[in-house]
């Protein structure tokens, strides 16, 4: 069965720390998308990737980093985290192309404190 | 404005009843047309996927796309408690390689 996997279920950080969230997926996807949903507003792109070592800044970028190093891993970094960065957390991945939808990660339930 | 609208909910239905899932989208060059599911606590996943307008159907599930009304539609016959999610409505431009999500609707259908 193929898989998005993200490390994390639940993550409690505090204030200013630096927080990595890591996903991998096992389907040789191109793409990898970073994503937040929040109730009222719901899926924001943070960061994308259609290649290793490359990204590019989705909806939110603002105090998010990324890291692609290898095809199958795509690292969102929190440089200093924030409460307001409190969240679920969602990775996907997808094969280039229009016709082709998404595979999701259970999510990362990050609360910052 | 929102580039898709979709009404959060919650909606809640007896069970046997027929569901519709709606969104509107502003932009005419949306082509690529989807609806996810996502149950509580888990990643969304694809439930269906229609190319341009028309209609495609899969088991209880039917996805409407009307372009001209910029207006797409989820259907969903003799509804299951199992059935109670967040379904998403999800859409992309021709060419394109991200999505663009509607909010969610939370679905409860009730035994």
């Known amino acids: 069965d193929v898989k998005v996997t993200q490390s994390s279920r639940y993550l409690v950080k505090r204030t200013g720390e630096k927080v990595f969230l890591e996903c991998v997926q096992d389907m040789d996807h191109e793409n990898m998308f970073w994503y937040r949903q929040d109730p009222g507003l719901g899926l924001r792109l943070i960061y994308f990737s259609y290649d290793v070592k490359m990204k590019e800044k989705g909806d939110i970028p603002e105090g998010y980093s990324v890291s692609r190093e290898k095809k199958e891993r795509f690292s969102l970094i929190l440089e200093s985290a924030s409460t307001n960065q409190t969240s679920m957390y969602l990775c996907?991945?997808?094969?280039?192309?229009?016709?082709?939808?998404?595979?999701f990660g259970s999510g990362t339930r990050l609360t910052v404190v | 404005q929102k580039e898709v609208e979709q009404d959060p909910g919650p909606l809640s239905v007896p069970e046997g009843a027929i569901v519709s899932l709606n969104c509107t989208y502003s932009n005419s060059a949306f082509q690529y047309f989807m609806w996810y599911r996502q149950y509580s606590r888990k990643g969304p996943e694809l439930l269906m996927y229609t190319y341009s307008s028309g209609n495609k159907e899969d088991g209880r599930f039917t996805a409407q796309v009307d372009k001209s009304s910029k207006y797409i539609s989820l259907f969903i016959r003799d509804s299951q408690p199992s059935d109670s999610a967040t379904y998403l409505c999800a859409m992309r431009i021709q060419g394109a390689q991200k999505l663009v999500f509607g909010q969610g609707t939370r679905l409860t259908i009730n035994p």
């Open positions: 996907a991945s997808s094969l280039p192309g229009e016709n082709y939808g998404y595979t």
